[in-house]
């Protein structure tokens, strides 16, 4: 089954059949994404309210959302699916946002940062690239599994690990501790 | 721990040192303390690309960046690499089914124009449309004209009444009998 959808131009300019085929061909994985966010955090049953909400925003203003999509830099479903994921994350920090008994939020959650002490760490800009940093936090503020962060990344495993190696490597010398 | 990293001394001291270092690292990635970091998230059309591994090099490191300094992000991003990993073994050729009250719902968010039936019919319809545009005007002509008979008719019968009127008014007692006072209608056989 194709990714993408004939019939964009036709749909942004009003055509009633172009419309009805996006939604039926789209609000499967709409709702996918939706659920699969919801679901999890004891919300399944908002699913639909959130999907229809996603389908609102993007025929709102004569389609101004789908007018900014370009299939040149990303796929139609893969764009919905983050657009879709966007909406569900709102949804569910609207809910926490009214009275919620704390013991019922998930831990992480409640995550604080530590208090900041920059006298005493002092990280300069380009120790870590991006992604250094992005690992370290995956795998040690998530907790998730070099697998599951690979994952994330679009990379391999091994490539995780490399990463992980050489931004340890870095903030050993920061710290001048030795390397074995 | 030793064999997920495929190093000992990594897997020994890094949740440590990461733990060290993350604040002043947090720190220097703030909102605008950090080029190319912002509170705001990037485009979806952004990153869906990253996603689908169409980014350039330097667009890649600013939602990795992102994503590294804003837990929501990095939430984001997983929960949507998850979904798209969970279609890929469904595989393209199935999808996960939603609800058809959902569908019908959203294509009821966009209407269809009202159009004519097609056929015989509409197009009577059509030049009945067109020719009272145009004949509005004229309607309007006709109207007034018809008044302003019905106003001249009546004014004539009021006329003709008030002649009679007079006439009978000035005849004398006998000549009311001589006129007989016919119909002053039949003036107008």
């Known amino acids: 089954m194709s990714e993408q959808f004939d019939g964009l131009d036709r749909l942004i300019a009003g055509e009633k059949a172009a419309w009805d085929r996006f939604v039926t061909r789209f609000a499967p994985v709409i709702f996918a994404a939706v659920r699969r966010k919801l679901g999890p955090a004891g919300r399944g049953e908002d699913a639909e309210d959130v999907a229809q909400d996603v389908f609102i925003r993007l025929c709102a203003r004569d389609f101004r959302v789908i007018r900014n999509y370009d299939a040149g830099r990303a796929k139609l479903s893969t764009w919905l699916t983050v657009i879709a994921h966007s909406a569900a994350i709102d949804h569910l920090r609207r809910q926490k946002a009214r009275a919620q008994p704390l013991e019922s939020v998930p831990e992480r959650y409640l995550a604080v940062d530590p208090p900041k002490d920059p006298v005493k760490v002092v990280i300069p800009p380009g120790l870590l690239s991006p992604r250094q940093a992005l690992v370290l936090e995956m795998l040690y503020q998530r907790e998730m599994e070099v697998a599951e962060a690979a994952q994330v990344l679009g990379v391999n495993p091994q490539t995780v690990r490399s990463t992980h190696h050489k931004a340890l490597v870095k903030l050993r010398a920061h710290f001048r501790e030795p390397e074995d | ?189």
Not at chain 2, 98 to 113: F, H, K, M, N, T
Not at chain 2, 117 to 145: K, S
């Open chain 2, 1 to 189: 721990m030793s064999e997920e990293f495929g190093n000992a001394k990594d897997a020994s001291d890094g949740a440590g040192l990461w733990a060290r270092a993350r604040p002043g690292w947090r720190a220097l990635a703030s909102p605008g303390e950090a080029p190319g970091v912002s509170g705001e998230a990037p485009d979806p059309l952004i990153l869906a690309a990253y996603l689908d591994g169409a980014l350039d090099p330097a667009e890649r490191e600013r939602v990795e960046a992102w994503m590294a300094a804003f837990p929501e992000a990095l939430e984001l991003m997983a929960a949507a690499r998850e979904t798209l990993g969970a279609r890929e073994t469904l595989g393209k050729g199935s999808r996960e089914p939603s609800p058809e009250s959902l569908i019908l719902r959203a294509q009821g968010l966009v209407r269809a124009p009202l159009r004519e039936p097609a056929g015989l019919l509409a197009w009577l319809r059509g030049l009945a449309g067109l020719e009272i545009q145009a004949w509005r005007p004229l309607a309007w002509a006709g109207v007034t004209a018809v008044l302003l008979v019905v106003s001249a008719g009546s004014f004539e019968l009021g006329r003709l009444g008030t002649e009679r009127l007079v006439s009978v008014q000035n005849a004398t007692l006998g000549d009311d009998l001589a006129l007989g006072l016919d119909d002053p209608a039949d003036d107008f056989l």
